[in-house]
């Protein structure tokens, strides 16, 4: 029985999506709920899976293609891959490597068909590491410099055979340093989504940014001190540094409430929430998953939340209601070794802090020099809604919970 493929059912906030991956090929046998295709939106990757045991019968929209909401992009078959069909692909694929061009389903970089076809390469033969089966010009030379792989293109030569693999093989080291490459690949949806974002916020908002520093030295005692029974008391949960920001943030948050609202058209939306969002770094972008009521979790709750966006946010496991909504945005550039930046805001919202590398430096305490670990905080707000009174506020009230951490408990 035949049965369609089709793309997700998008929110409305998202039009349309891109193919990214197809992680079966036609003919290709696949179990139940086994991944099939990624579909690329400018906010998450939703991923589309075998709705039961068969095999993929045929692929519409080839990967980098548009799709819109449950459009049809391919179509499987239920039931097991026939004897006669098993045959045929063997078939196909072993006669794959006699032919000096790609197959339909081979693609090449622009660089490497340059070089496969100067060398008179065999491309079937040669293994690709590019995206979605992509061979590119490394691929290209490390099959040249294969020994084998030489060897093996000199057979049908006239030439004797010793006399062959020795200039091949050193070749492409002298044709590659000679060469100025380039790299031109598209952007992708959730990148130019980030661009779109960031571009709004410079050219949209009134944004400045005001900084202060905070001594990192009652957090970190504190710390050192429990983070073993932390640890075994909440199942294996670590006990960082961003649970104290977001709890501080909250109290914050509450003493400050235009740093929580937002501007709607003419409107002020003042929040009666803590939404924390927490920026993650991943390979496709910036994400940004959200702690829903903050003020309410505990710090181990803080820090098990935050992990598990983390893990799944690199492998492209949010769901779309983790990243949306948010009243206040945190970001850590410290943890790559930032010393000071200027965040840019997150629209709507008004505010964002930007957390940075602990760097021990010599402080004047009571007359006296001492070297104490500090962290230089940066807040970025929207000053057509925050004055510079209320931010600097804000950012000194972080400050005092972070350097006297049982006030976090006691919210005073």
């Known amino acids: 029985m035949s049965i369609d493929i089709k793309a997700p059912t998008f929110p409305e906030s998202i039009a349309d999506g891109t193919v990214a991956t197809w992680h079966k090929k036609p003919g290709e046998s696949v179990s ?80 490497a068909r340059k070089l496969i076809e100067e060398r008179q390469l065999d491309a079937g033969a040669i293994a690709a590491t590019g995206k979605g089966g992509l061979i590119t010009k490394e ?7 294969d020994p084998s792989a030489s060897a093996a293109k000199a057979e049908p030569a006239p030439a004797p055979a010793p006399a062959v693999p020795k200039p091949v093989a050193a070749q492409p080291a002298t044709t590659a340093s000679g060469e100025r490459e380039e790299k031109r690949v598209p952007m992708t949806r959730l990148r130019a989504r980030i661009a779109e974002r960031l571009l709004d916020a410079a050219q949209n908002t009134a944004m400045l940014t005001t900084f202060n520093e905070v001594n990192m030295q009652p957090v970190m005692g504190l710390r050192n001190q429990y983070k073993d029974l932390f640890e075994k008391t909440h199942n294996g949960t670590r006990l960082g540094f961003m649970g104290f920001f977001v709890k501080a943030a909250c109290e914050a948050l509450k003493r400050f409430p235009a740093v929580n609202a937002s501007i709607d058209g003419s409107d002020v939306v003042y929040h009666g929430y803590q939404d924390v969002g927490v920026a993650v770094s991943t390979e496709k972008g910036l994400v940004v998953p959200v702690l829903r009521d903050a003020d309410q979790m505990s710090v181990a709750q803080v820090e098990s939340t935050i992990r598990d ?37 997150n629209p709507p919202q008004a505010a964002i802090l930007g957390m940075h590398k602990i760097q021990e430096r010599p402080m004047a305490v009571d007359g006296k020099v001492v070297v104490l670990p500090m962290m230089y905080l940066a807040l970025s707000y929207d000053h057509r809604l925050i004055d510079g009174k209320e931010a600097v506020q804000f950012l000194v009230t972080i400050k005092d919970l972070i350097e006297d951490p049982a006030r976090i408990l006691l919210e005073v």
């Open 139 to 145: 691929d290209v030379l490390k099959h040249l410099s």
């Open 32 to 111: 139940r709920d086994e991944l099939i295709v990624d579909i690329e939106t400018d906010k998450v990757v939703l991923e589309v899976v075998a709705p039961a045991d068969g095999t993929l019968a045929e692929i519409l929209k080839q990967e980098g293609e548009t799709v819109l909401s449950g459009e049809l992009i391919g179509r499987f078959n239920t039931g097991k891959v026939a004897a006669g069909a098993s045959t045929q692909m063997a078939g196909q694929a072993a006669a794959a490597p006699s032919t000096q061009t790609p197959t339909a389903e081979q693609k090449l970089a622009p660089a």
């Open 309 to 345: 966006f983390g893990l799944r946010a690199r492998d492209g496991k949010l769901g779309l209601e983790e990243i949306q909504g948010g009243t206040f945005t945190i970001t850590n550039g410290g943890v790559f070794g930032s010393l000071m930046s200027t965040p840019i805001l």
